[in-house]
């Protein structure tokens, strides 16, 4: 049976709970530069955006990172999603909902107060005082939510993973009420980080084929790719419960958008033992993995300081200059957003209400 097909396998007994939880507390550094490596992708991504007026679709820099940026965010999440598993689903619900739930309700009442009593959105675009608004508001914690959900609701009643992977990933593409939060775009990059955890031993073996191979798809569909081609502009719609019809073009996309975010992901994942092993010991690294291990935060602030603030300013660069003005300005944000995260973990209410850290 191929390595990927492997039925999940679950520990029991207080010894091994201990051992599991003492095995939680340990932190892999190189996935907490990943880490950073992604937040530091979707920073100076949003940059871009809020820089170049409406022509960030066409901008290189954007269109390259809105490859792989937030499939690789999931793929992580996806990478520590066993835990979860070992945990009984109200125990699991609670956790997760304080831990991504909390912040992104908590950022959409900001956005609300502050639009309600100054009558100014700095970002009408984000900031949309409705239920759409709502779940648009910090999209992607939300998203994060509910694939922890339908993966431990599919996992408990298939028992075997890749079917579980395989059955959720298809209702999810075929239910239109999935695609809020971009569910259905995000699932299965949610599948792939936990089967890469369940086969990290056989991963860790073959890592130079996979790489090999990774790079060669990936950069096989980079010339064919444009930033037009992703799920703002060409949402996932490709079947239709009403005639029943499918609509092959849109299938090709989404088929096409999954595959080239699935190699370009990989290929970071992949790297990454190797590019960290190099970079350890300089004097930033562990500057980097500090910012790595908070994220959420990160996610959370950029979103006011990036998104709203500097999108109200009106900046405009052409795409010449984005190649070194952006670069500045999402180091800039970074360091800022990094000083209000430790700001907010000075109180633990703000810590609970914005970071979703209840300890």
Known sequence: MLPFFRQTSYLSGNFNRTMMNKQAKQRIPYLDFLKFFAIASV???????????????????????????????????????????????VTMFKKKFMQLGVPSISAWVLMYLFVTLTGYNPYPEIVDLSWLGFMNAMWFLKCVFFCYLIGWIFVKAMRKVWIAALTSTILVHLIPMFSIDSVNFMLPMFWVGYLCNLNQAWIDRHRTALLTTSVIAFASMLPFWS????????????????????????????LYRLAIGIAGSMVFFLLSPSVYNRIQNFRITPTLNRLGKCTLGLYWTQTFLLECTWHSIGLYVNTANSFWVTPLIAIFELFLCYQAVLLLRKNKYTRLLFLGENA
């Open 227 to 254: 930033g037009r081609l992703t799920v703002y502009m060409v949402p996932i719609d490709f079947f239709d419960w009403s005639t029943l019809t499918l609509n092959v073009e849109n299938l090709g996309v989404t």
């Open 43 to 89: 920073v100076l991504g949003h940059s871009v955006e809020q820089t170049t007026g409406n022509d960030f679709w066409d901008n290189p820099i954007w269109s390259f990172i809105y490859t792989y940026h937030m499939p690789l965010f999931m793929l992580l999440c996806g990478y520590f999603f066993g835990s979860s598993l070992k945990l009984p689903f």
